[in-house]
DNA sequence: TGAAATTAGTTGCATAACTAACTATATGCC
DNA sequence: GGCATATAGTTAGTTATGCAACTAATTTCA
């Protein structure tokens, strides 16, 4: 097996094993001792509507880049936390508009310090020209992929 | 908000949801394909065991970042697929050595094959010197964090 | 106009993740 | 030796993911 190739495989395990569950484990160890009761999957749909608020499910798919049955779901909990409502489209009935509710909207500044704050951690020693390959390569691989 | 931080949270929403996601899913899609019936979290278990055989578990979460009840699990439904056996040490009776059945051991070149595919899709028009970034990138934050 | 195709969202099923609490074995130390 | 502590692994409960199949509303186009 030529050298090259396992070397893109040991990539690949690179991206799914180590890096995003790190952060991801940290930024929820972070919210809880913050006092807040919110997954990051959760925290990432509040961020797309923080952003734009009253977004339909699909263009949230779109923004998160997760199917249609795992945004169903995240709204459902969502929702059940009072955290997001769902209103439905006056132009189109089959659309829910997903919009905040005021106890998200004052969610907003303490999980994007936090989440800030995670990222300075995690990127102690990386210069801005290394995070702006990162973010290219990873560009490149979705739109290779997509 | 200063602009530096908002780029720092939009990084950490890349590495979750993207590039990660497509490639998985890609990776899943080409095993389905290929008659597989794996997926890619029991692959990167096999994938460690076929770098070395017989892995206690605990050594298992190490190398693929799982806690012991992912791998407990994962274990359990690789072992109902007689893909992996789990045999008792002999000199410490807490540890179950986890080892490839035959069946496994086959499955090993063709799986890469399709691992090497997908990434080498994945990978194009990304050049060594930015894979080499990435991972040095992926190292230094899961050293910040762990 | 009306049937076919498309789009938005939901539900069911299987797998996987994390936390917390648990059992069993091994090690440390007085 | 024996008790406290640490380590290996399992189980229970909740959330999340992907796929397939479904309903309902909208658009296309003959």
């Known amino acids: 097996m030529p050298n090259n190739q396992f070397k893109r495989g040991e990539l690949y395990s690179v991206i799914n094993g180590m890096a995003s569950t790190a952060v991801a484990r940290r930024l929820q160890k972070n919210f809880r001792q913050a006092g807040l009761e919110i997954t990051i999957e959760q925290w990432s749909v509040l961020y797309h509507l923080w952003k734009e608020d009253c977004l339909s499910q699909q263009e949230l798919c ?15 909990n969502l929702e059940k936390q009072k955290l997001v ?3 439905a489209s006056k132009t189109d009935r089959r659309i829910n508009l997903v ?14 310090d936090l989440a800030n704050q995670t990222m300075s951690e995690a990127l102690i020693g990386v210069n801005k020209d290394e995070i702006e ?3 290219q390569v990873f560009q490149k691989v979705y739109d290779n992929l997509t």
């Open 133 to 135: 390959i990162v973010k």
């Open 85 to 87: 409502k769902r209103i």
């Open 99 to 112: 919009c905040l509710t005021d106890a998200a909207k004052e969610m907003q500044n303490l999980t994007i």
């Open 62 to 76: 779109n923004r998160t880049f997760r199917d249609k049955p795992s945004i169903t779901r995240l709204i459902d």
